[in-house]
């Protein structure tokens, strides 16, 4: 396991996500609630990019004909067949245990860490006076 | 874990990609204006003031709300604007390019006119379609061939919209809707088949004016796409106990868009039904299933997801690997992958048949040769 | 022991149903020369409607305790069998027309059949026309605990989820009552979504169908969130459509789930906790090798009830189960499964 940086934090503004690529693979990048998180840019299903979703909420019911909607901003629906994933887990919601997407921890370093190592920053220009977003993997 | 191991959707390399047949792919016009210049200016105006008024409630729209907007996948929305689909070059670079699609068959339902209560519209705007798909998506694009849109409410005009294309090199079928006025066995469709020539593809869908079930109506959307097959299947029981392969020994029809799964325990059925009550229908010579074996073909998608995805294989063998057609329904949402959709591992021999040689059986005839 | 799920005593006319009609609808029925209420889902001469050696000369099949006993409960050696009748009840517009006649119907079948041969036990006939009259229908029989079940039909007004009907699965649950939904229809809707078709072998084909669009809609709606412990089995159904139909609802639901928050487990998941089906007819393959392969697509061995489905002609002799059951699951589908579906069945009859 690497500590890569995948970009500058500013380029993932709360709320927002977006495609990077790190050693050769998509990742989507996602920022909820001032964290980050990654996952493989494919649906588990048949490989839609998640990354083109659309983040939205999970919908839970009490009882027949009740409808809440509950996390908002926290589920990516995959752009293709609408499965639902937790951003935090990848975990599916239609089927949680059995299907998920594949997540890599996030976190955030200051430029000046980036700069001492063991980061690898393969594409992405280093300032010190930055924080970057780092993906471990 | 079966289907839904991660592994399962690595893509293939590009350069070891076969080439492959789609055989359902939805083009429209960027904005249904557009086809107003293939249209008579009476339709035009007709159309302009009183709609199109398919048998169903609402004008825009369908009753029971998409899941995503304009039941298209997210990333298929051209970049320069318009409909998922209204973009040739688009639609080159975003599927046909990178899935190596040699054959792709256009099916225009966005819309298909054939379910118009006014049938002198209906024959109207299919001329116009069929006449807007030839001159701005087939021409233009060799990889893509067309199914000629027939008003198939009124089969003369069907015949004489046929007609007109006879011979045409991309029109490669005659293309229905399957939920239609009376069940497609029945007679009032029978020039059609007669007519034909090419194979008449039945696209799931379309507004026939009866209720979606024998039941009624269903409350979601999910019932009436899971219904589909329900429809497909009392389609594929009228047409082959009305007998419609025996008076057009010819006739190839391809379901097109309602998975496939289900075609293994409707001939079961049909064949013990018929053993039963043969009685009722002596013009049927064989058994039902042997009729469906040689005259019925199915595009693969949705393509069904058993767990473990073995159970695929048994339903397979019992279809007939030589029935099937791999579709993706590009750029619908419920549109399934060519790397990913088929979760089985196939002999070469299966894959080819699967993937292109069953499509082109069905729609280039005389290819091997 | 032997557990038979489905047979069909006939009503034998409409005279019959007359001592058990009040007196102005006995009236009615003279003045209005109505006729028997006959439904073209079971054609009288029709080869499937009976078999031949179960087919009288003269009078209806299944229509007398002494050819139900001689044909069907003593060959097979049935302990206790489900009489369903298929009287056409549900056909009728009128809602008071067809409450009294369901009334009229249950009360034959209790006085004329369960009262005189202790191995019968009851689907409760309902009008289903005006759901206020069903329930009713329901606990007038609901303390009679030789009625095992409620009976509704396959095609009607609406798909059966929807929550006009919940009423009626709220008294079977509290009675512990099963929903068994028969094929039939009340034909108030076309057989097929494109309308009528020419053939009778199309409209019985057809079942298969509207019995998918039942269960989609009774699992959609929501019916087994609503109520957990009800069970609906699904009666002559041919039931090898199932696992297809569930693949594709399964598939459905992943993408669409959000459209019916409640449905928060996989159909098949449902399906093995809340819904059964009778054995006959089994729409089977022609090799029993592959027959094996279907009841592995089902992945439950709990599924399959044992049925007859007497007087119809649905197999020869007494070869009810078809040819590739597995050992034990025959015993589950003769016995176990049966009891674990009808909770009242393994009640003692006073």
């Known amino acids: 396991m690497t500590q890569h940086v995948v970009a500058p934090v500013a380029e993932v503004p709360p709320g927002s996500h977006k495609l990077y690529t790190v050693k050769g693979r998509p990742i989507a990048v996602f920022k909820v609630d001032g964290e980050y998180f990654g996952m493989l840019d494919r649906c588990p299903h048949q490989g839609g990019s998640l990354c083109a979703g659309v983040v939205s909420g999970v919908l839970v019911s009490g009882k027949p004909g009740t409808y809440r909607l509950e996390r908002n901003g926290e589920l990516v629906r995959c752009p293709w067949h609408g499965w639902e994933f937790d951003i935090r887990t990848g975990q599916s919601y239609c089927d949680p245990a059995k299907i998920r997407g594949k997540s890599y921890p996030m976190s955030v370093a200051s430029g000046a860490a980036v700069s001492e190592g063991p980061y690898v920053a393969e594409t992405v220009p280093v300032r010190v006076e930055q924080d970057y977003i780092v993906v471990e993997m | 874990m079966s289907q839904t191991e991660l592994t399962r959707s690595q893509p293939v390399n590009a350069a070891t990609k076969m080439a492959i047949a789609d055989c359902d792919i939805h083009h429209s016009p960027r904005e249904f204006s557009m086809l107003y210049k293939y249209l008579e200016p009476q339709w035009r105006d007709h159309l302009d003031q009183f709609g199109q008024r398919a048998r169903q409630g609402n004008y825009s729209g369908p009753q029971y709300p998409k899941s995503q907007p304009d039941a298209s996948r997210r990333d298929a929305w051209p970049p320069g604007g318009g409909r998922p689909g209204s973009n040739l070059d688009f639609m080159r670079t975003h599927h046909l390019d990178p899935h190596n699609i040699e054959l792709g068959v256009l099916a225009m339902i966005r819309p298909h006119p054939g379910g118009f209560q006014n049938l002198d519209l209906s024959a109207a705007l299919c001329r116009a379609i069929n006449d807007w798909q030839v001159t701005e998506w087939t021409q233009p694009e060799p990889r893509l061939k067309a199914s000629i849109v027939v008003p198939y409410e009124d089969a003369p005009a069907s015949v004489r919209e046929i007609e007109r294309w006879a011979g045409h090199p991309d029109m490669v079928q005659v293309l229905l809707l399957s939920r239609t006025v009376e069940p497609l066995g029945n007679r009032r469709y029978w020039p059609i088949y007669e007519a034909a020539g090419l194979p008449v593809g039945v696209h799931a869908f379309g507004y026939g004016g009866q209720p979606t079930s024998s039941t009624g109506w269903g409350s979601f959307y999910i019932e009436d796409m899971v219904g589909h097959s329900q429809s497909c299947q009392s389609m594929v029981s009228s047409m082959v106990v009305e007998g419609i392969f025996e008076r057009f020994p010819a006739l190839r029809v391809v379901l097109i868009e309602a998975g496939f799964a289900w075609m293994a325990s409707l001939a079961w059925r049909l064949d013990r039904n018929w053993r039963r009550l043969r009685a009722e229908t002596p013009h049927l010579k064989r058994l039902p299933s042997e009729y469906i074996k040689s005259h019925i073909w199915l595009t693969t998608q949705p393509m069904e997801e058993p767990d473990p995805s073995e159970h695929l294989r048994d339903v397979i063998e019992w279809i007939g690997w030589d029935r099937l057609l791999f579709a993706t329904d590009y750029p619908h949402w419920d549109y399934d992958s060519p790397q990913t959709a088929m979760p089985l591992r196939l002999t070469q021999e299966q894959r080819e048949a699967f993937f292109i040689g069953n499509a082109r059986d069905v729609y280039t005839p005389g290819w091997r040769s | ?350």
Not at chain 3, 9 to 38: C, Q, T
Not at chain 3, 324 to 341: E, H, Q
Request: aromatic share 10%; glycine share 6%.
């Open chain 3, 1 to 350: 022991m032997t557990i038979d799920c489905d047979i069909h005593p006939s009503i034998p006319n409409l005279a019959a149903l007359l001592p058990y009609l009040d007196e102005h609808w006995r009236e009615i029925v003279k003045l209005r020369g109505m006729d028997e209420f006959n439904s073209i889902s079971y054609p009288a001469r029709s080869p499937l409607t009976a078999r031949p050696d179960w087919r009288p000369e003269k009078g209806k099949p299944a229509a007398t305790l002494e050819q139900i006993r001689g044909e069907c409960l003593d060959p097979f050696g049935t302990d206790l069998a489900i009489c369903n009748c298929l009287h056409g009840i549900q056909l009728l517009f009128s809602e008071d027309l067809a409450a009294a006649f369901a009334r009229a119907v249950n009360t034959l079948v209790a006085k004329e059949l369960l009262d005189k041969e202790p191995r019968l036990r009851a689907s409760i006939v309902v009008p289903i026309q005006n759901v206020g009259l069903a329930v009713e229908e329901i606990e007038r029989w609901a303390g009679d605990p030789r009625f095992v079940q409620v009976l509704l039909l396959a095609s009607g007004d609406h798909p059966l989820g929807k929550r006009i009907y919940w009423p009626i699965y709220a008294a079977a649950a509290r009675h512990r009552l099963t929903i068994g939904i028969h094929a039939g229809s009340s034909y108030h809707n076309p057989p097929t979504a494109a309308g009528w078709p020419t053939y009778y072998t199309e409209d019985y084909t057809a079942q298969a169908q509207a019995f998918q669009t039942q269960l989609s809609s009774l699992i959609c709606e929501g019916v087994f969130n609503q109520y957990p412990d009800l069970i609906v089995v699904l009666l002559e159904s041919g039931w090898t459509w199932l696992p297809a139909h569930l693949w594709r609802l399964t598939k459905y639901w992943r993408g669409l789930r959000m459209e019916i928050p409640w449905v928060d487990r996989s159909p098949f998941d449902i399906v093995r906790s809340n819904v059964r089906l009778s054995l006959q007819p089994t729409d089977g393959p022609p090799d029993s090798a592959d027959l094996e392969r279907v009841i592995e697509h089902l992945k439950s061995d709990a599924l399959l009830l044992f049925s007859t489905d007497y007087p119809h002609w649905q197999f020869d002799g007494r070869d009810a189960l078809p040819s590739g059951l597995p050992a034990s699951l025959k015993r589950k589908i003769m016995v176990d499964n049966p009891r674990a579906t009808y909770a009242r069945l393994v009640e003692p009859v006073a």
